[in-house]
Each structure stands twice: as structure tokens, then as C-alpha cells.
């Protein structure tokens, strides 16, 4: 995928904040789908504002892949909660969190521009709770 970006449950599992099975790569709304045969994989196709925020590149047996950090990981996660289930999301905010791969202020920031702000923001309230 030429223009693709690990994303979703991928990137958590590269991230180490899942142990869920990672298959999923993000392009744009109009990118060129490559058949892939394997491993299998679901595209999920993000608009552009969502897919340009938040990519990092990561060195892979010599291959230099764009993947979305942490912070931006989680927003999309609780953007997609139907889809990904809020049986992975809520455990990988709060493992993100456990691990300090992101901290509150990255994360509500990628979901405010995410537009994930309302479904995470309970969430990360009660895990980031003083007491």
C-alpha cells in the first residue's frame, strides 16, 4: 500500500498497548487499494484531515512505515468504536496510559481534532482522576 499508514489495532500492537491480532492500514478516500493476499488485511479509508495528523515513521527490518503514533492511535480507536469494539479501546487508553506512551493532554488533543472528544473524554476523566 503505497499510501498507506498503519492504523487502528495495528498500530496499538506495534505500540505494544494491545494484544489483539493487528490487521488494519488506513489510505485515503480516493488512494489506489492494492490487493494484498497476505497477511489479510481490512482497509479502513480515513478523509484527509484524519489521515495526515499524527503519522510517525518507523524503521521495520530496514523499511521505513508511516504509522500513527500513540496519542493519535487512541483517538482513532474511540472514533471508530464501532467498528474496532470499546472492548480494545478502553483497555488501550488505559494501557497507554499505564505505560506513559501518551499523556492526557496528547491524547485529548488528538481526539478534540479527532473528533473522538465526546466518547473518550468520560474515559480518560476517570482514569486520569485524582484519589
Same mark, same amino acid.
Given at each position: ?19 489483539? /491480532?493487528?490487521?488494519? /492500514? ?9 490487493? *494484498?493476499?497476505?497477511?489479510?488485511? +481490512?482497509?479502513? +479509508? ?9 503519522? %510517525? /515513521?518507523?524503521?521495520? %527490518?530496514?523499511?521505513? *512505515?508511516?504509522?500513527?503514533? *500513540? ?9 471508530? +468504536? ?13 494501557? #497507554?496510559? +499505564? ?6 493532554? %496528547? ?21 486520569? #482522576?485524582?484519589?
Amino acid at each position: 500500500m503505497p499510501k498507506g499508514v498503519i492504523c487502528l489495532v495495528s498500530a496499538l500492537a506495534f505500540h505494544g498497548i494491545t494484544d489483539h /491480532i493487528p490487521r488494519r /492500514i488506513a489510505i485515503g478516500p480516493k488512494d489506489w487499494k492494492s490487493q *494484498v493476499d497476505y497477511p489479510p488485511l +481490512r482497509i479502513v +479509508r480515513f478523509a484527509g484531515k484524519f489521515l495526515r495528523d499524527g503519522i %510517525e /515513521i518507523h524503521d521495520i %527490518e530496514g523499511v521505513s *512505515v508511516p504509522m500513527f503514533g *500513540v496519542a493519535k492511535t487512541i483517538a482513532d480507536v474511540f472514533r471508530h +468504536r464501532h467498528s474496532v469494539g470499546i472492548d480494545v479501546a478502553v483497555p488501550a487508553l488505559k494501557e #497507554a496510559l +499505564r505505560q506513559r506512551k501518551a499523556t492526557p493532554s %496528547e491524547i485529548s488533543a488528538c481526539a478534540m481534532r479527532g473528533g473522538a472528544w465526546n466518547a473518550l473524554r468520560p474515559y480518560l476523566e476517570a482514569f486520569t #482522576a485524582d484519589g
